[in-house]
């Protein structure tokens, strides 16, 4: 009979191939969670890392600075309609954030740019994909 100590490595061995599992399987998540706009898995992809999931900013590679947060209208290097937005998405700003040219089609910025309005409320979410 095997005690209950010998028995604790191997749980907690099993516990850790699950949670991998898992993480594997959420590796997909866009797949998971069909309602999000295409312009939401995007900036989810390409954005969310330095503007956070809402846009607010307050990451910790950006905390405290004021430009990072896409919702208000404090903004540097554009203001925030859709051929400025589109205009740095595409191009960048030097030292502060890369372009997404290479990285991302002209329509699948203006998705962005629509899913950065709908976040800030200026229009309405698009209906989910079908």
């Given at each position: 009979?095997?005690?209950?100590?010998?028995?604790?490595?191997?749980?907690?061995?099993?516990?850790?191939?699950?949670?991998?599992?898992?993480?594997?399987?959420?590796?997909?998540?866009?797949?998971?969670?069909?309602?999000?706009?295409?312009?939401?898995?995007?900036?989810?992809?390409?954005?969310?890392?330095?503007?956070?999931?809402?846009?607010?900013?307050?990451?910790?590679?950006?905390?405290?600075?004021?430009?990072?947060?896409?919702?208000?209208?404090?903004?540097?290097?554009?203001?925030?309609?859709?051929?400025?937005?589109?205009?740095?998405?595409?191009?960048?700003?030097?030292?502060?954030?890369?372009?997404?040219?290479?990285?991302?089609?002209?329509?699948?910025?203006?998705?962005v740019?629509?899913?950065?309005?709908?976040?800030?409320?200026?229009?309405?979410p698009?209906?989910?994909?079908?």
């Amino acid at each position: 009979m095997i005690s209950r100590r010998a028995g604790l490595p191997v749980a907690f061995a099993a516990c850790l191939v699950a949670a991998g599992a898992g993480m594997v399987a959420l590796g997909g998540c866009h797949q998971l969670f069909p309602q999000r706009s295409p312009g939401e898995v995007l900036f989810r992809k390409h954005c969310a890392d330095c503007h956070g999931l809402d846009a607010a900013g307050n990451t910790a590679r950006y905390m405290g600075n004021p430009y990072a947060d896409l919702r208000d209208n404090t903004w540097k290097h554009a203001a925030a309609n859709d051929g400025a937005l589109a205009s740095i998405v595409e191009t960048g700003v030097f030292g502060e954030m890369p372009a997404f040219a290479d990285q991302l089609s002209g329509e699948q910025i203006r998705q962005v740019v629509f899913y950065l309005q709908v976040l800030r409320g200026e229009r309405s979410p698009e209906p989910p994909p079908k």
